[in-house]
């Protein structure tokens, strides 16, 4: 009997041990994959930050964001950006102000280095810069105007974080919107 009983609370400690060691292994699992989701997340916003800044700069010189991928990387490698200073000067004739605006271009940038002072940027990331950390798709490009305002939607279509997925409590990352003029990350 006592036999017995040193067999039944050593088969009870035996299969606590191991039912602490699965949940152990299943905790440092889950941590794991936190771990790789949140990462994947932030790979993806830096990514959609340099893209924002790149698109940004395309708009200060041609008035308008760029609506294809090739485009944007065609600006990125071989656009160039005017440095430009702007004077007024206000006069006084018969009793009238005038306004005079004079626009001097005091230098041209290239496109890159221009982008490179705001972010950290490479040459071989260029054109890799449309595709999303991870899982590879490329990002989806809206671009738009309606009555003067511009638009632009850059977002992640195949997140990694299942919250982010279809169905999920998160929007998928992205910047900028298809009904308001904003360049704003839903992860601000």
Not at 22 to 50: F, G, M, P
Not at 63 to 68: D, I, K, P, V
Not at 75 to 85: R, V, Y
Not at 160 to 180: D, E, H, M, T, V
């Amino acid at each position: 009997m006592k036999t017995l009983k040193v067999l039944f609370f050593a088969g009870l400690l035996i299969s606590g041990l191991f039912s602490g060691g699965l949940a152990a292994i299943r905790l440092d699992s889950h941590n794991d994959e936190y771990k790789k989701i949140k990462t994947a997340d932030q790979n993806v916003i830096n990514r959609l930050k340099k893209i924002r800044i790149a698109q940004k700069k395309y708009f200060e010189v041609n008035n308008s964001y760029a609506s294809t991928w090739d485009s944007l990387l065609l600006f990125i490698n071989n656009g160039e950006i005017p440095i430009l200073q702007r004077t007024e000067k206000v006069s006084t004739f018969n009793g009238k102000d005038k306004v005079t605006i004079t626009i001097d271009t005091l230098n041209v940038v290239s496109a890159f280095d221009a982008i490179n002072e705001e972010i950290s940027l490479i040459q071989t990331e260029i054109q890799h810069l449309p595709i999303a950390p991870f899982s590879g798709d490329t990002f989806s490009l809206y671009t738009g105007e309606r009555k003067g305002e511009f638009f632009i939607e850059v977002k992640d279509i195949n997140p990694i974080n299942p919250k982010r997925q279809k169905g999920g409590s998160l929007k998928p990352l992205r910047f900028g919107s298809r009904a308001a003029a904003t360049v704003k990350g839903n992860w601000e």
